[in-house]
């Protein structure tokens, strides 16, 4: 559902032509007294190029593409933050390449602890109550029909189905690069590394093999029960692929932020950017954490707010602490 467009890649196939047409030309043949042999053989000569020429003007298109598409991810994301009315204090924090995993925020100066550095508002948060199914989803909530978990991702499946009409485009194709990376996608023989950990054990059934596996059926379980209801509220009423769904739990559960009590957890962009340290739970806070998400009672913010809880060092990758773990 989420796609990038090539630009100039025919451009590129079309100079490839007329160059191997001149150098083809550039080639004198043999006279018709030269042996029929030695004609053949600059002949081939010449198809073998104009091959290799054909090869290598498809794999830069390929990379063309690849270069719009990471384009989508950097540079074009804080144009997108801006459109929406999400701020954030440009002279303190720059988004580019972390070297842990995809993107990070970093110190462009030495911040102090206590400084606002983000305001990221409501209508810029995707949820189910500013999703453009909100009423319909709101309804499904009331009934019993979903739950709030199942309310975003049915959101967040909405808008990417959308494409560039949703007001989340420029976000979302930037997602489209986060693929999931859980367990739960591994194969079995990297599952069965996990036995007897935390990470394979399932809160309903305690402790027992492959949880991450049982975990993936009932994504598989959820989403066939679900797609007669999903054709109805969908944009291009398509079967949702088992990877659309579980990219939009895994977006769910590692990028959602509570936006207050109406709201719920609703996907906070720039929020999510900060990647993740671990922290310790003590009085005052979480210790080892650079930044606070938060709902705030001030600041004039009616989404959420990002603070320094700690003195950072300009250079330095900023971090969110999401647990202790």
Known sequence: ????????????????KLKTASMAKSIRLPSRSGSSASRSSIAASVVRTTAQAKAKAKV????????????????????????????????????????????????????????????????????????GISGRLSSLVADGTLDDDLALVVAILYECRRGDKSPWFGYLRCLAHDVPHTPQVWPKVARSLLGGTECDHCDEAGWQRDAQGKRMMQNRELLD???????????????????????????????????????????????????????????????????GVCSPQEHECDGVIIMATSPFPRGKEVFNCYGEY
């Not at 559902?1 to 490839?16: I, N, P, R, Y």
């Not at 398509?238 to 769910?252: C, T």
Request: with cysteine; aromatic share 8%.
């Open 1 to 16: 559902a989420l796609s990038t467009h090539v630009f100039g890649g025919e451009q590129k196939v079309m100079k490839t």
């Open 60 to 131: 830069n298109a390929k990379a063309n593409t690849t270069a719009k598409a990471n384009l989508g991810s950097s540079e074009l994301l804080p144009d997108w933050f801006r459109k929406v009315g999400i701020w954030w204090d440009e002279s303190a924090l720059e988004i580019r390449k972390s070297k842990l995993h995809g993107f990070g925020a970093f110190a462009r100066r030495a911040v102090r602890r206590g400084e606002l550095l983000a305001k990221i508002p409501r209508s810029a948060c995707l949820g189910a109550g500013t999703s």
């Open 225 to 291: 029960g679900m797609q007669p209801l999903l054709r109805k509220l969908l944009p291009r009423g398509a079967p949702v692929s088992l990877d659309e769904f579980v990219a939009a739990v895994y977006w769910s559960e590692s990028r959602a932020f509570n936006v207050g009590d109406d709201d719920g957890e609703m996907l906070c962009p720039l929020a999510d950017i900060f990647n993740h340290k671990v922290g310790v739970n003590a009085r005052g806070g979480m210790v080892g954490a650079d930044i």
